[in-house]
């Protein structure tokens, strides 16, 4: 495990991330004005935060969860889901540029090796496709960790897909900059701790894992059916292998609303009457701003006018 810690000061809490330094998940930790100012510990993959973190080596971890063009970090998921018990602390949200990095002087012609971090080679794999096709894509344990190779090995014929952070560390030099396959790239990180749960600040979101007793007809809609009666809106919902059988699956469900509030403890109680192995994995701040609908003419506002109207021939 590479443990680089900035700062010494024992007293301060720590963090850990997925490592090494240049890294998107660094970067998106050092945008938290809180989180840079505690010892910040990098780490070699995803599954060693978080189980440092639940061991309590580590007072916190911060991993990537969600990227816009490629979806979930299964990596993460499943280790949230299966191995850990961790509570979801924020979320951080960073526009993402993937680069082209190769030793300085080469030429994209020259290149015959392209390493990365599998998520991040999905977010290129057009540019590759039409600017490398002849190129071998190898999996590296993060983008910097490919950029920190591809400058060790100081050859023209190997490139890295990394942040422009990973080329100012290693002195790599951009072939190609912003090569992700579509405009409005965006990661989403979480910060996890052991026990503690934020307090409500009125913009918050929850996330829960609904293990089915049996799968049986309309199982997940009497799931939702829940949220629905109580006017809960849920802003993802994903399903993974529970690992026991073929064709069993849990589901994983972001909801509006924090677990202080009445109505969405009230359908995570009802819910564990029927599923006793629902799992929370938090409440915490929105990285979304609350949508406020100001027009006159929302489906709302149009349905009282309606209903005004006609009440006034009475």
């Known amino acids: 495990m590479e443990r680089a810690f900035h700062g010494s000061n024992s007293d301060r809490s720590s963090v850990g991330y997925l490592g090494p330094a240049g890294t998107f998940t660094e970067e998106a930790l050092l945008s938290q004005r809180d989180l840079s100012e505690m010892s910040i510990v990098a780490m070699t993959s995803i599954t060693e935060v978080i189980e440092a973190a639940s061991s309590g080596d580590i007072d916190y971890g911060f991993v990537p969860i969600e990227n816009s063009i490629e979806g979930t970090v299964l990596a993460t998921l499943d280790s949230l889901l299966f191995d850990a018990d961790l509570l979801i602390q924020r979320e951080v949200s960073l526009e993402v540029h993937q680069n082209l990095l190769a ?9 015959r090796e392209v390493y990365s971090y599998p998520v991040a080679t999905a977010q290129v794999r057009y540019f590759l496709r039409n600017n490398l096709p002849q190129a071998e894509i190898k999996a590296s344990t993060s983008t910097a960790e490919a950029a920190k190779f591809v400058a060790a090995s100081k050859d023209r014929t190997k ?10 560390e290693y002195g790599l030099e951009a072939i190609r900059s912003s090569i992700e396959d579509h405009p409005g790239n965006e990661t989403r990180f979480l910060l996890l701790h052991r026990r503690h749960i934020p307090k409500p600040t009125g913009n918050d979101k929850t996330t829960v894992v609904c293990f089915q007793v049996t799968d049986r007809p309309g199982s997940l809609l009497s799931i939702l059916a829940q949220f629905s009666a109580r006017g809960i809106n849920l802003t ?6 529970t690992r026991r059988q073929l064709g069993e699956y849990c589901f994983i469900i972001d909801l509006e609303g924090h677990i202080a509030d009445s109505l969405v403890a009230d359908c995570l109680r009802e819910l564990r009457t029927t599923l006793p192995e629902l799992k929370f994995l938090g409440s915490y701040p929105s990285s979304r701003s609350p949508k406020v609908d100001e027009s006159n003419n929302s489906p709302q506002r149009g349905a009282q006018d309606w209903i005004d109207e006609l009440r006034g021939r009475i």
């Open 103 to 111: 030793v300085s002087g080469t030429d994209i012609s020259e290149i």
């Open 236 to 241: 993802k919902l994903d399903s993974r292998p």
């Open 159 to 168: 490139a890295a897909i990394a942040p422009m952070a990973a080329a100012k």
